[in-house]
């Protein structure tokens, strides 16, 4: 089956600390993968994308980078966090071959920040 | 901006009573899908209707698309406790584009 892992489930931390956010994906190769940042009781909002190992595209500019090290592997990473980066923090995945982009998400991350 | 927005942004009925939700976007489109999400929890995928579809069953689930009005609904009938969710539409445009755009969601409650 195929899974996606994150870590931490809950994080607080304060402002100007570092982030690190880690999801992993099981059960596929090759995958787009996604990460979302939803505010309280908000829709979701498209931070980064990858369809490949090294290749991030940004949609919003902002104080937070992404990383994909390895091809089941996306990481969501800031230098210093500010009080506006707290949310509820999801990654995704989509089959490359899937043309209609269906998305599966992972449990997420909620981060506050204070 | 928003491609999708959903309408209303919350609803409340009771249990076995039908829920519809809509959803509008705004640019051409090859497929909509909707989604739900439970409080605290990841989304989930319900159901995919492609551009050249009008209308797709899928249990108690029946969403219909409008492409010249460029909306879409989600029907739920005999709504169950379990319903009780955010329920959010996402727009994806041309093939090859790897991107969802989702809207605001709807909230949806089941009262027992």
């Known amino acids: 089956s195929q899974t996606i892992h994150q870590w931490p489930a809950t994080l607080v931390q304060p402002v100007g600390s570092p982030l690190s956010l880690e999801c992993t994906v099981e059960?596929?190769?090759?995958?787009?993968l996604y990460w979302y940042r939803q505010a309280a009781g908000r829709g979701l909002q498209l931070l980064f994308y990858?369809?490949?190992?090294?290749?991030i595209s940004s949609e919003v500019p902002q104080n937070l980078s992404a990383s994909r090290p390895q091809d089941r592997q996306f990481i969501l990473s800031s230098k210093k966090l500010l009080l506006s980066d707290s949310g509820f923090y999801l990654c995704?995945?989509?089959?490359?071959?899937?043309?209609?982009?269906?998305?599966?998400f992972g449990p997420g991350t909620r981060l506050t920040v204070l | 901006s928003q491609q999708g927005e959903e309408d209303p942004q919350a609803l409340s009925i009771q249990e076995g009573e039908n829920a519809t939700m809509n959803c509008s976007y705004k640019?051409?489109?090859?497929?909509l899908q909707w989604y739900r999400q439970n409080s605290g929890r990841g989304l989930v995928h319900l159901i995919l209707?492609?551009?050249?579809?009008r209308e797709k069953h899928s249990g108690r689930l029946r969403v219909t698309l409008d492409t010249s009005k460029k909306s879409s609904s989600l029907l739920i009938t005999a709504s169950r406790a379990a319903d009780t969710a955010s329920y959010f539409c996402?727009?994806?445009?041309?093939?090859?584009?790897?991107?969802?755009?989702f809207g605001t969601g709807t909230r949806l409650t089941i009262i027992p």
């Open positions: 996402a727009t994806g445009s041309n093939f090859g584009n790897e991107k969802l755009t």
């Open positions: 209707i492609r551009s050249n579809e």
């Open positions: 640019t051409s489109i090859n497929n």
């Open positions: 990858s369809v490949g190992i090294g290749q």
């Open positions: 995704a995945r989509a089959d490359r071959d899937n043309s209609y982009n269906e998305q599966f």
């Open positions: 059960g596929t190769s090759n995958p787009n």
